[in-house]
């Protein structure tokens, strides 16, 4: 499956975006989709992943949202009350097999989308 980001951008605090990954293939809705992160100077971390059910990071509990459309073989990630600690370049990843927040778990990678918040 390839995977596409998209929807970042430069936004203030407190702001809201949704960023978009399309995928290709006709198995799209047996995949389990995450989201991750990796700001400036720090590791890669799980944002929230999603198959029949989902999982977020306590981080961005209660002000991210992880749905998917699998008519249209798209995962979103509407990202609310964005605060600077949320810039980072974020990331679309598809795996088989039930949720995970480990990375490692995904075998398929879009490219990053950036999202900068500014303060």
């Known amino acids: 499956v390839q995977l596409q980001a998209s929807g970042g951008g430069l936004v203030q605090a407190g702001d809201s975006l949704r960023l978009s990954c399309a995928a290709s293939g006709r198995t799209f809705s047996t995949y389990t989709m995450g989201w991750f992160r990796r700001a400036p100077g720090k590791e890669r971390e799980f944002v929230a992943a999603?198959?029949?059910?989902?999982d977020y990071a306590d981080s961005v509990k209660g002000r991210f949202t992880i749905s998917r459309d699998n008519a249209k073989n798209t995962v979103y990630l509407q990202m609310n009350s964005l605060k600077p600690e949320d810039t980072a370049d974020y990331y679309c990843?598809?795996?088989?097999?039930?949720?995970?927040?480990?990375?490692?778990?995904?075998?398929?990678w879009g490219q990053g989308t950036q999202v900068t918040v500014s303060s």
């Open positions: 990843a598809a795996r088989r097999g039930g949720l995970s927040r480990y990375g490692y778990d995904y075998g398929y």
């Open positions: 999603v198959t029949w059910t989902t």
